[in-house]
Each structure stands twice: as structure tokens, then as C-alpha cells.
């Protein structure tokens, strides 16, 4: 059974950190392009980052460059979202998906594989 199981998420003041891991079990994902995308209340799923089969092809939302790094380490079957800087309006459910192909998509319907997702709430 393939699952994506995402973590570190929390309650952090304005301008504060986190960390978010998503860890692969069932199947390796080191030829997919992995991503991360965010859902507030009463909002549609939207884009955050996305990475390349081997890391070198990153893709930003406009509202994640400069302030958060998405990694992967294949051996590890895992990928990351350093967030920094973080604001009020980060505020959501952060999903980690996988997409069908090696290529980064901003789409969500390219992602055949998506974890339940873990809370960041950014207080002011």
C-alpha cells in the first residue's frame, strides 16, 4: 500500500520556522516529481513547491520564493518544505504529493498520490 505521510507541522508565531517531511512507503518516488501544496478553510488546494525526479528542476508559488527551500532525498524515499519567514496567510493543511511523471507540475490533477496532510497555523 503506497502512503505519503507528512509531519512537522505545528502552531509558530509570525516570522517563525518549520520544517515539514513527507516520508514514502509502498513504492519509491526517486523517478517522480514530488510536490507541496496547501489548503486554508474555504480555499481550493493551491501550488506551494514542487521538485524534479533528481532535484535539480524546483518550481515556486510566487508566495513561497524566498522564504521556503523544498528538498528530497531519494535514498530516504523522502522530501521536505523548509519554511521560513513564515506570515498569518500560511496558515493551512500542507499535503505532500506525488506526481505521475519526472517533470514538476504546478496542477494538482498531475499528482496521482497525495499524504492526509499536516496543520501549520501561523499566529500573529
Known amino acids: 500500500q503506497v502512503q505519503l505521510v507528512e509531519s512537522g507541522g505545528g502552531l509558530v508565531q509570525a516570522g517563525g520556522s518549520l520544517r515539514l517531511s513527507c516520508a514514502a512507503s509502498?513504492?519509491?518516488?526517486?523517478?517522480?516529481?514530488m510536490g507541496w501544496f496547501r489548503q486554508a478553510p474555504g480555499k481550493e488546494r493551491e501550488f506551494v513547491a514542487g521538485i524534479n525526479w533528481s532535484g535539480r528542476d524546483i518550481v515556486y508559488a510566487d508566495s513561497a520564493k524566498g522564504r521556503f527551500i523544498i528538498s528530497r532525498d531519494n535514498a530516504k524515499n523522502t522530501v521536505y518544505l523548509q519554511m521560513d519567514s513564515l506570515k498569518p496567510e500560511d496558515t493551512a493543511a500542507y499535503y505532500c504529493a506525488a506526481a505521475g511523471t519526472a517533470v514538476v507540475f504546478t496542477d494538482k490533477n498531475k499528482y496521482n498520490y497525495w499524504g492526509q496532510g499536516t496543520h501549520v497555523t501561523v499566529s500573529s
Open positions: 509502498g513504492r519509491t518516488f526517486s523517478s517522480n516529481a
